[in-house]
């Protein structure tokens, strides 16, 4: 797993969907959502986050979301 926990702030994010495409690009080397391990969907005009079971906590998605839709916290270090 990868160091980080991943913080949502549904509210705001835009669905540009550049999460999705970072996710997708470094993992499969395709810039194609469906296959991204972030998920970003909208249900009457609010739009929601959630990750696959396959997330590795990278926090990769987060780096390219330029609205603060997305955080991440280091995971406690295991003593
Ligand atoms: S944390 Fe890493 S593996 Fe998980 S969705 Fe983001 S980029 Fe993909
Ligand atoms: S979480 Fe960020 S990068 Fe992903 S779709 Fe929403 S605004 Fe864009």
Redesign the pocket.
């Known amino acids: 797993m990868g160091n980080y926990n991943i913080h949502?702030a549904t509210e705001?994010?835009?669905?540009?969907?550049?999460?999705?495409l970072a996710c997708s690009d470094l993992y499969t080397k395709v810039f194609n959502p469906s296959v991204a391990m972030?998920r970003?969907t909208v249900s009457d005009a609010d739009?929601d986050?959630s990750f696959t079971d396959e997330c590795n906590d990278c926090g990769v998605?987060v780096d390219?979301?330029?609205?603060d839709?997305?955080e991440k916290s280091e995971k406690e270090q295991e003593k």
């Open positions: 949502v705001r994010c835009t669905g540009c969907l550049r999460c999705e972030i970003v739009w986050i998605c390219h979301c330029f609205y839709a997305l």
